[in-house]
């Protein structure tokens, strides 16, 4: 049963990230690393890091949106965030982490751009 509800939960990761991939924001981290984070709805962050999804829900944050789970924390405001492991019993990250910039979308040229 608990393997079954753990095939159930990773499949509704892995919809929802699909279904939101076109909301898909990809961070750099000062250490050169990328991940790409989804935000399906104001309370949930879905993390492709380290090539594993990380399903994170919104906790209590006094500045910008913070989310915790799986043994992360992700606390984002504007354009950067900081990502820190969460140890077993912490509420909020001891560890300083890694601070994290949104990559801008590159440009797409369209073939009459490129003709020119």
Same mark, same amino acid.
């Given at each position: 049963?608990?393997?079954?509800?753990?095939?159930?939960?990773?499949?509704?990761?892995?919809?929802?990230?699909?279904?939101?991939?076109?909301?898909?924001?990809?961070?750099?981290?000062?250490?050169?690393?990328?991940?790409?984070? =989804?935000?399906? *709805?104001?309370?949930?962050?879905?993390?492709?890091?380290? %090539?594993? $999804?990380?399903? !994170? +829900?919104?906790?209590?944050?006094?500045?910008?949106?913070?989310? =915790?789970?799986? *043994?992360?924390?992700?606390?984002?405001?504007?354009?950067? %965030?900081? $990502?820190?492991? !969460? +140890?077993?019993?912490?509420?909020?990250?001891?560890?300083?982490?890694?601070?994290?910039?949104?990559?801008?979308?590159?440009?797409?040229?369209?073939?009459?751009?490129?003709?020119?």
């Amino acid at each position: 049963m608990k393997l079954f509800k753990s095939v159930a939960v990773t499949l509704g990761v892995l919809c929802c990230f699909t279904v939101y991939a076109s909301e898909t924001t990809i961070y750099q981290c000062e250490d050169g690393e990328r991940f790409e984070a =989804a935000y399906p *709805d104001k309370d949930t962050a879905i993390l492709n890091y380290g %090539g594993e $999804l990380k399903l !994170l +829900k919104a906790v209590v944050s006094a500045d910008g949106a913070r989310y =915790a789970g799986e *043994d992360w924390q992700w606390w984002t405001k504007g354009d950067q %965030g900081n $990502l820190a492991p !969460l +140890k077993k019993g912490e509420d909020y990250a001891e560890s300083v982490g890694k601070t994290c910039y949104m990559l801008k979308p590159a440009k797409v040229m369209t073939n009459q751009q490129t003709a020119k």
